[in-house]
């Protein structure tokens, strides 16, 4: 049975991907505020005179109308809503990395609102020049936290207790943080010896400041930075299922350079 036709209009969304389709138009993936990820074919847009080819841009807030029934709709009429400065050099990136990161791990048409409103902020915050590594800390907790992966960063994982600031934590993956010498405390009354003591080095050693901080929304000290993206790291890795990313190879070359 065929999917019912539909008919969105002025819908806010922004420019994930294109691609070519045929000779003269595209498939755009769009992510919009109240329908989540959409495939769009954009009919003519590769044409040099087509009213699309300009407006089509990643990082740009659009007003979109599209309709039809199918997986992919056709867009109808893309405008641009102006205000966000073009994103160049590792701002531009960064943003690729953001587009990557929702292409591959949303789903189409299922509507996610917050994420909508984390990413239009993102996208703002790079466009303005601020420093990128905690707008990207931001971007992928609330990425997690929308999907559904309730990273529990204020209790302990075992006891419920509040975090302790002081603490030592791993963060382990389905059960959350739990203090250091709980750990080795299992360890030692395990019959798993050596093998768990190699589990327990694959895991980044977090302190309690980091995980309250990144509860907070407070990226502001040097070592929650870097805790947090190696926390953030991790969970990605293992919801992309150990894929890797292309926009972060890019960017990791760049750092290199």
């Known amino acids: ?8 209009e002025q819908q806010t969304a922004w420019v994930l991907h294109t691609y070519p389709w045929r000779e003269t138009s595209l498939i755009v993936e769009v992510f919009s505020r109240d329908h989540g990820r959409v495939a769009l ?29 199918g997986e992919v709709k056709t867009l109808v009429r893309a405008e641009w809503q102006g205000g966000q400065p073009l994103l160049s050099g590792r701002a531009l ?14 789903a189409r048409e299922d509507p996610h609102p917050r994420l909508f409103a984390a990413y239009a902020e993102a996208v703002r915050a790079l466009g303005r020049g ?3 590594p905690p707008i990207l ?37 389905e059960r959350g943080p739990v203090r250091l010498e709980v750990l080795e405390e299992e360890i030692r009354d395990s019959d798993s010896g050596g093998e768990g003591a190699a589990a327990l080095g694959e895991q980044p050693l977090l302190s309690g400041r980091t995980l309250l901080d990144m509860a907070a929304d407070d990226f502001s000290r040097a070592e929650t930075l870097a805790q947090s993206k190696q926390l953030l790291r991790m969970l990605i890795n293992h919801t992309l299922g150990g894929q890797p990313l292309q926009s972060r190879r890019v960017l990791k070359e760049l750092q290199e350079l």
């Open 93 to 106: 990136i960064c943003g690729y990395y953001l587009n990557e990161l929702l292409v591959r791990l949303t």
């Open 1 to 8: 049975m065929a999917a019912p036709k539909q008919r969105v």
């Open 130 to 132: 601020e420093p990128e």
């Open 41 to 69: 074919v954009a009919k003519g847009a590769r044409r040099p005179h087509s009213q699309l080819r300009g407006v089509l841009m990643a990082f740009q807030p659009l007003l979109m109308d599209w309709s039809g029934g």
């Open 137 to 173: 800390r931001r971007f992928e907790l609330a990425l997690l936290q929308d999907l559904g992966y309730e990273a529990g960063l204020e209790h302990e994982a075992d006891s419920g207790e509040p975090v302790r600031p002081e603490g030592r934590y791993l963060y382990i993956i």
